[in-house]
């Protein structure tokens, strides 16, 4: 084993813990933070620090947030009559980045998953129904992953959303089956937007 110092050992492990991020990668970020400026690592630190004190989730759709609200949602030119549900905030943004959508959107913070434990109450869906009632919503795009979790969560929403009456669709041209929203390009995205059907 190499002999690292205690710090040095102690912030690899930390890079480590890091998803994607393997021993050798580790070691190369933790050499990179030693020789980088002190100004520079104070900044990086602070930047973590920061993050953390103040990020929070938006109370109406669970977008990221530094106040009880998102931009999106205190955004009055968006669309409130159609929501864009999404598995992760990730997702919220890949479809932000794309510029095409107006409309706004819902965060489940996952899937519906019985084998780890993961059921439709662990999730945000009872929001989700409060609002398409409260705020006189016309249409639900379901945009979950295309594994059997995010399908498993697209006939479940469905079934909830229909006594609503109103238009219930799917993202589904350009999306590989089984593939997740963190390797799909904005240019896929956008026709898988665009081409969405109702179900």
């Known amino acids: 084993m190499a002999a690292y110092t205690k710090s040095m050992q102690d912030l690899i492990?930390?890079?480590?813990?890091?998803?994607?991020?393997?021993?050798?990668?580790?070691?190369?970020?933790?050499?990179?933070?030693?020789?980088?400026?002190?100004?520079e690592a104070e900044r990086f630190a602070f930047a973590i620090k920061n993050v953390k004190e103040s990020?929070?989730?938006?109370?109406?759709?669970?977008?990221?947030?530094?106040?009880?609200?998102?931009?999106i949602c205190s955004d009055p030119r968006r669309d409130k009559t159609v929501i864009c549900v999404v598995e992760e905030p990730k997702g919220l943004i890949l479809f932000e980045k794309s510029g095409h959508y107006k409309g706004t959107y819902h965060v489940l913070f996952g899937a519906i998953s019985?084998?780890?434990?993961?059921?439709?109450?662990e999730l945000t869906i009872k929001e989700l129904l409060k609002r398409v009632k409260?705020?006189?919503?016309?249409?639900?795009?379901?945009?979950?992953?295309?594994?059997?979790?995010?399908?498993?969560?697209?006939?479940?929403?469905?079934?909830?959303?229909?006594?609503?009456?109103?238009?219930?669709?799917?993202?589904?041209?350009?999306?590989?089956?089984?593939?997740?929203?963190?390797?799909?390009d904005q240019a896929t995205l956008v026709r898988a937007l665009e081409g969405r059907r109702s179900i």
């Open 134 to 184: 409260e705020d006189k919503v016309k249409e639900v795009i379901l945009a979950t992953d295309s594994d059997a979790e995010g399908e498993t969560t697209v006939l479940y929403l469905s079934r909830e959303l229909r006594p609503f009456k109103i238009k219930i669709s799917r993202i589904a041209y350009g999306i590989p089956v089984g593939e997740n929203f963190d390797y799909i």
């Open 13 to 39: 492990n930390h890079f480590k813990k890091l998803p994607g991020i393997g021993a050798k990668t580790a070691e190369r970020l933790a050499f990179h933070v030693l020789k980088a400026p002190k100004e």
């Open 55 to 71: 990020v929070k989730f938006c109370k109406k759709c669970g977008n990221l947030s530094e106040g009880d609200l998102c931009n």
């Open 114 to 121: 019985p084998l780890d434990g993961i059921g439709p109450e």
